[in-house]
């Protein structure tokens, strides 16, 4: 089956400019969560989205926001981009309950630039 | 809020040494996970463990969970130049989020 599908795959944007990721999880997969990578840092937990509500949010300004459809596809949008934003966008998507349960597949992940 | 420590956070070996990664929680997980990124790719499940005291194997990998569900550390024995990439474990209280460590490292010298 396919696996978790992110777009755009490399983006580059200016500061102040607003930009949106797409995600289409593991067909079957209800959960979505969304991680931003950094050298250095890590993956820092942005936000979870199940049956279309936000279950988990993560520390990150209010310009960081998603959202869920009912087909379980999910985007994340930010807006007024700082250079700090640049970073590996990463979506990933789960069961949540059974064999498996809660374990993550992720996908390519979005290249964000911000100059 | 709710951490999860990993170290080291880089290392380097010859091929064929042994590796080892440690996680640690201040609080106690109902499971946790590892993944392997490769270099420019992206986290890949490798296990999880939900057991207190639960060690699983996967050919020369041996994951560990500790008896208090704290902590958590993953061995490669004899490692190989396939091994390198970042080693991340992912704590997850309750229901809640997975909570990741901040990887470790390896790199492997031929």
């Known amino acids: 089956k396919a696996g978790v599908t992110q777009t755009p795959r490399y983006l580059i944007k200016t500061r102040g400019q607003q930009v949106t990721l797409s995600c289409s999880p593991i067909?079957?997969?209800?959960?979505v969560s969304w991680y931003q990578q950094t050298p250095g840092q890590g993956l820092q937990f942005l936000f979870e989205y199940f049956s279309e509500t936000q279950r988990n949010k993560g520390n990150f300004p209010g310009r960081f926001s998603g959202r869920q459809f009912s087909n379980s596809r999910s985007e994340m949008n930010v807006s007024t981009l700082e250079l700090g934003d640049s970073a590996l966008y990463l979506c990933a998507s789960s069961f949540l309950q059974g064999a498996g349960a809660n374990v993550l597949t992720f996908g390519a992940g979005s290249r964000l630039t911000v100059l | 809020g709710q951490q999860v420590m990993q170290i080291p956070q880089y290392q380097h070996v010859q091929e064929g040494e042994d590796f080892t990664t440690y996680c640690n929680s201040s609080?106690?997980?109902?499971?946790i996970q590892w993944y392997k990124q490769r270099p420019g790719g992206h986290p890949v499940f490798l296990i999880q463990l939900v057991k207190s005291g639960e060690v699983k194997k996967q050919k020369r990998l041996t994951f560990q969970f500790g008896e208090a569900k704290k902590n958590s550390s993953l061995h490669i024995t004899a490692t190989q130049t396939t091994d390198v990439g970042t080693y991340f474990c992912a704590g997850q209280h309750n229901a809640g989020k997975s909570t990741f460590g901040d990887g470790t490292t390896l790199t492997v010298k031929p």
């Open positions: 067909s079957g997969h209800r959960s």
């Open positions: 609080t106690t997980l109902s499971n």
